[in-house]
């Protein structure tokens, strides 16, 4: 049976390497797949999914004034049956976008898997992330870890300086350079001016 799926995380948990490996068990079993992004993350390039690690896929691009539901059935009338849906930074939705990829669930029986943050940089729900937290089938966490060791679940922006922004349009696109996931206890303290950022560091040498 078809579902809405929400795989939701901090930053830097790996949710677009999870994605681009769901789109390669589909492929590699003849199933087609196809990717949605949003077209303000251009960091890859409009269209264009790209993981921390290297991994990448060609997607399509929509924004947020688009029916997500139309795009899906355009798709399948100019190249076939779809088995699957993949939704990357899916916390930029609208709540009118979610109710769309939910026909996508309930009408075409197209399973739909979203990947996204819960809250941006001052601890509130984006849009996307509300209603995907509220009407999707299923809902799994991927997890990440804080500099503290604990479990990361909020995330700090930061500025040129690597301070703590604490005020600012809810989005903003960023890397390792803009956001840092830390653990609750330690957002606290960070945006209470109590403690500090410690910088990420790069990945180890293979």
């Given at each position: ?20 490996q769901s789109a ?57 049956p779809l088995n ?45 992330s509300q209603y ?75």
């Amino acid at each position: 049976m078809a579902k809405l799926y929400f795989y939701y995380s901090a930053m830097n948990a790996g949710k677009t390497t999870t994605l681009l490996q769901s789109a390669h068990n589909y492929r590699e079993r003849g199933m087609r797949v196809a990717i949605l992004t949003p077209r303000l993350d251009d960091r890859a390039g409009a269209g264009v999914v790209a993981s921390r690690i290297g991994l990448r896929s060609e997607g399509i691009a929509f924004e947020r004034t688009d029916d997500l539901d139309a795009i899906v059935r355009r798709d399948i009338a100019q190249h076939g049956p779809l088995n699957c849906v993949l939704v990357d930074e899916s916390q930029f939705l609208t709540k009118a976008q979610v109710w769309q990829l939910s026909e996508v669930v309930d009408a075409l029986r197209i399973p739909v898997l979203c990947y996204g943050l819960r809250t941006d940089f001052r601890g509130e729900l984006f849009e996307g992330s509300q209603y995907l937290l509220a009407w999707a089938d299923e809902l799994t966490e991927i997890k990440t870890i804080c500099h503290t060791g604990k479990k990361a679940t909020m995330v700090v922006r930061v500025d040129a300086q690597g301070r703590a922004v604490r005020e600012g349009p809810q989005v903003e696109i960023g890397g390792n350079d803009r956001y840092i996931s830390v653990s609750r206890a330690e957002y606290k303290k960070v945006m209470s001016g109590e403690g500090t950022i410690e910088p990420v560091q790069p990945p180890l040498p293979l």
